[in-house]
């Protein structure tokens, strides 16, 4: 089981914990939401669950609840620039399809 992280993703997320001054690293989820099914939830890791399975990738700790994990394992996380627009984009081997926006998937 793993989650994993490209180098610009994981620039992306040093960059922005070094300027917020705290943080333990990126926290990933899913919730039941979207028009695919399950919908993507990053934000920072301030703290730790003691329920939370760690993954480091890229000096990154990346935090992930258990029940996420199932829907979410092998996926890996990039962060792609595209005019001004600038965004993480997720690659997860467990979806079945994904809405046309890319912010929700079905497994």
């Known amino acids: 089981m793993a989650i994993h992280l490209t180098a ?3 620039d992306r997320v040093k960059h922005f914990l070094a300027s917020r001054g705290k943080g333990e690293g990126l926290r990933l989820g899913v919730k ?3 028009c695919s099914g399950w919908a993507w939830v990053v934000d920072y890791a301030d703290t730790v669950d003691p329920a939370d399975l760690i993954f ?3 000096g990154v700790k990346v935090f992930v609840d ?3 994990l199932p829907l979410i394992d092998g996926t890996t996380v ?3 620039k595209q005019g001004l627009n ?3 984009a997720f ?3 467990l979806a079945k ?3 046309g926006c890319g912010e929700s998937f079905n497994v």
């Open 91 to 93: 690659s997860n081997p």
């Open 8 to 10: 610009a993703a994981a």
């Open 56 to 58: 480091e990738a890229e």
């Open 97 to 99: 399809g994904e809405c």
């Open 32 to 34: 039941k939401t979207g």
């Open 78 to 80: 990039d962060f792609r």
């Open 66 to 68: 258990p029940a996420s």
């Open 86 to 88: 600038e965004s993480f």
